[in-house]
């Protein structure tokens, strides 16, 4: 699906004055096939009325508001790192406006998913809880070394976030666990074990345990480990910018330029084969 010459994308950013908000409001500044069309912020922040670009002393002439349907009223595409709360009123926003959306926001539950998977029926969703290449390249080698190894090999995933994080374990290192677990034929529900403490008893060969470091303001770090007899792999994954998930949204924005209906991940977006 080629955009050459085509007009560029709208884009509004929800979360506008959050961590990830403001990097992708930067990087749709510098985007020559993307511009910054809306930026919404929750009703309370202290965000409200001011120009999106004001934290970068410039003037874009969009300003954060609350109200959805103005902030929507010139999108094509919404692009929502907010909290699953927020993102599930936007979703229902965006459906009834044909609004396509690209959804960074983790820590959803099993409904949240499910309004997701529901709302993918009318509009075209891509969603990840990572989107750096790196992470996703990641994802495929973990595919990898599971099927390799086999049984035989204890899994541990271990991850460190800022202090300011608030759902955990983080959600891609859920979705680490959820390939791990697809690869040796386990369901990640069945097998998951989230922290230890107190007299635990021996080890389950059969689990995937997960471990949370909160702190400071790491970006985010994940180290999944195969730990066998005589030996440990350890493959790792450690961000030293931002720039790189809002990089990743706007090639999902491009990608969705034109897109069916339907919920995508990052793989497609990549252009990686099915695993
Ligand atoms: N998929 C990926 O690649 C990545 C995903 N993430 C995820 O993105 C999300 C946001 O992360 P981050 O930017 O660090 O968080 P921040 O807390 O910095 O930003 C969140 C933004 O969303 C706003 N917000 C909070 N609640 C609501 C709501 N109910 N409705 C609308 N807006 C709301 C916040 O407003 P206020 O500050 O006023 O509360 C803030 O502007 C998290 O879920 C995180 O895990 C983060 C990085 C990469
Ligand atoms: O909250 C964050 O910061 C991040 N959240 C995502 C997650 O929960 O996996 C992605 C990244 O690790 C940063």
Do not use: W
């Not at 044909?98 to 509009?123: M, N, P, R, Y």
């Not at 690869?183 to 021996?202: F, H, I, M, P, Q």
């Amino acid at each position: 699906m080629s955009s050459a010459g085509a007009a560029p994308r709208r884009v509004a950013v929800a979360g506008a004055s959050g961590r990830m908000g403001r990097m992708l409001i930067e990087a749709l500044l510098v985007s020559d096939d993307c511009v910054l069309s809306g930026a919404l912020d929750r009703t309370g922040s202290p965000a409200l009325g001011e120009d999106a670009g004001a934290f970068l002393g410039r003037s874009t002439g969009v300003i954060i508001g609350a109200d959805l349907a103005r902030g929507l009223a010139d999108a094509e595409v919404l692009i929502d790192f907010t909290r699953p709360e927020g993102t599930l009123e936007h979703l229902a926003a965006c459906r009834a406006r044909g609004v396509q959306l690209v959804i960074g926001t983790t820590g959803f539950d099993a409904a949240g998913k499910a309004a997701i998977g529901a709302a993918a029926k009318d509009i075209a969703i891509m969603m990840a809880p990572n989107m750096s290449v790196g992470v996703n390249v990641v994802l495929r080698l973990l595919d990898q070394a599971a099927r390799a190894l086999g049984e035989g090999y204890d899994v541990e995933i271990v991850e460190a976030h800022h202090r300011h994080k608030v759902d955990a374990p983080s959600g891609t290192a859920l979705q680490m666990g959820e390939v791990v677990a697809g690869a040796l034929g386990r369901s990640l529900k069945d097998c998951a074990v989230y922290g230890r403490e107190g007299t635990t008893g021996a080890r389950d060969a059969a689990t995937i345990g997960f471990a949370t470091v909160r702190g400071g303001d790491v970006i985010g770090d994940h180290t999944v480990m195969f730990l066998g007899p005589g030996e440990r792999i350890e493959i790792s994954h450690k961000s030293s910018s931002r720039g790189t998930y809002a990089q990743g949204a706007l090639r999902a924005v491009r990608f969705l330029r034109g897109r069916a209906p339907g919920l995508y991940g990052m793989d497609a977006v990549l252009g990686f084969d099915p695993t």
